[in-house]
């Protein structure tokens, strides 16, 4: 049985990987000390690109274009930087055991990876239609969207269905992603979820309605109150219907499913302490085991802003946390004290040629201004989220940069509200004052 050791090991070879490379570059690495373990082939790569620009009919992006970290500016880390930093990509490897006790980790073909100090990245994995036995729900051409196999096997089903019909279940973060690349692919969309509004994690029903009308507009047809209880298919296997709970039959060439995501923690179960689902850290992500990190998607982490504690499945905190992680890490070895992560929740989203941020928390009574009329020429709206008289989180549509840097100051800041109707007249010229 081949066996390796390192000083630092990563498990997992998203974003939150690369940022922590990056990372530990930065602070002082040397070659042979640090290892990246991945079941996907690729190094690191921003994969929020996936569901947008990997998509897109003409000009879409593709590796090595969009390896971390292009998506926040930085330095693209190809393969090479890698090689040249004498940091190991592991690549094409599944890790099936974690012995947190004895610090082995076990590869599906036997390989065992040692380290003195862990860093578990390993993000999330979907939640299968399979997962609560709907029938049929393993035809062809039912997929979901994590990784870039996903991904590419999604496009080659895209060019094969040509001009044909695609079903999207779940109205989430996938849903409206997907909903438009589908339909800027030229394909028949129909999207069906079960809540009354998209996006109901995070939307109002003022700004769902917003971007609802928005897709009927392109010719979405969207289907509401309703979910997939079952799928026809062809003697090739391959779905041609959509079987709705309300008895509606929807054809379909090709279904994409994005019904959420799970943290992807079963091989430590068990070894480690756990929280509202993921693994619990303090605010440099250090678990309940000595020696054992947890970033990104996986880390329920302290949220200081809010006293709670919380678990984030987006970016912008998978690269921040995993920098914080390293840092925590270095510092330690240096004796050295560091602050406390101190987070301030970022979400983004683009679609058409719609993008709009949040910062903050949606919690308490809400406040919609600005133009959110989806047949406007240039709708631009927002919202603010009132708690206990403060402002605790704003969204904004169609923000410029510098107004998306207004909307994050009014989230971190949580300025007192006087009079809720004089917030809703200024809008954004509220944030611009605070
Ligand atoms: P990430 O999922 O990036 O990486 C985990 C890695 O671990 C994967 O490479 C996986 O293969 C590997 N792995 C897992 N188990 C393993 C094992 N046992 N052995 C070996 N390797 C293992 N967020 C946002 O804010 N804005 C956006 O626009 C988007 N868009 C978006 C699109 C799509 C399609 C997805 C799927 C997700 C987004 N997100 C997003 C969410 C964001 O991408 C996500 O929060 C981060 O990628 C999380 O980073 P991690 O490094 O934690 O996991
Ligand atoms: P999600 O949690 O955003 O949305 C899940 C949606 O599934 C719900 O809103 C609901 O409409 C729907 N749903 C639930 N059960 C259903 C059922 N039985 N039938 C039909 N619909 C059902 O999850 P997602 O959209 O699948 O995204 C997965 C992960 O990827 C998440 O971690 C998300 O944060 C991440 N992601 C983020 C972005 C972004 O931040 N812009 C983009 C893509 C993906």
Request: hydrophobic share 40%; net charge negative; with cysteine.
């Amino acid at each position: 049985m081949a066996e390796k050791h390192f000083k630092y090991v990563i498990l997992g070879g998203g974003v939150a990987a690369g940022y922590a490379a990056r990372e530990f570059v930065k602070l002082g690495l040397n070659p042979g000390e640090l290892a990246i373990i991945s079941k996907e082939s690729v190094a690191p790569y921003e994969r929020p690109a996936l569901s947008k620009a990997y998509l897109f009919p003409q000009g879409a992006a593709r590796l090595p274009g969009f390896h971390v970290c292009v998506g926040s500016g930085g330095e693209r880390l190809l393969p090479e930087w890698y090689a040249e930093k004498g940091i190991e990509l592991i690549l094409g490897t599944e890790i099936v055991k974690a012995d947190l006790a004895s610090k082995t980790l076990t590869s599906a073909a036997d390989v065992i990876i040692k380290y003195d100090i862990l860093i578990i990245a390993t993000g999330s994995t979907v939640i299968r239609l399979s997962d609560f036995g709907v029938q049929g729900a393993d035809a062809n051409n039912i997929f979901y969207l994590r990784e870039i196999d996903d991904a590419d096997k999604l496009v080659a089903a895209i060019h094969a269905k040509k001009d044909g019909k695609a079903v999207i279940v779940g109205g989430g973060y996938i849903g409206l992603e997907l909903g438009a690349a589908l339909k800027l692919n030229n394909l028949d969309v129909t999207m069906v979820y079960p809540e009354p509004w998209c996006m109901p994690r995070l939307f109002t029903a003022g700004i769902a309605a917003f971007y609802e009308g928005y897709y009927a507009n392109k010719g979405i047809k969207i289907i509401k109150g309703t979910v997939a209880v079952g799928f026809d298919s062809d003697t090739n296997g391959d779905v041609t219907a959509v079987k709705l709970k309300d008895g509606r039959v929807l054809e379909a060439d090709i279904v994409v499913v994005g019904v959420g995501g799970r943290p992807l923690i079963t091989l430590f179960k068990g070894q480690v302490e756990e929280e509202k689902g993921g693994i619990k850290t303090d605010g440099f992500f250090k678990t309940s085991i000595p020696d054992i990190y947890a970033v990104g998607d996986v880390a329920t982490f302290p949220l200081k802003l809010f006293n709670e504690q919380r678990r984030v499945e987006h970016v912008d905190h998978a690269r921040k946390s995993a920098e914080q992680a390293v840092k925590a890490i270095k510092a330690a070895e240096e004796g050295k004290p560091i602050e406390e992560y101190d987070y301030l929740p970022y979400f983004y989203s683009r679609s058409f040629d719609l993008s709009w941020q949040f910062y903050g928390d949606n919690v308490g009574d809400t406040i919609l201004f600005g133009d959110n009329d989806p047949t406007s020429a240039k709708p631009k709206f927002g919202t603010y989220w009132i708690k206990e008289g403060k402002v605790v989180g704003v969204f904004l549509e169609s923000g410029s940069p510098e107004e998306n840097k207004l909307i994050a100051k009014v989230a971190k800041l949580q300025p007192p509200v006087q009079d809720p109707e004089q917030l809703e007249k200024e809008g954004l010229a509220f944030a611009a004052c605070v």
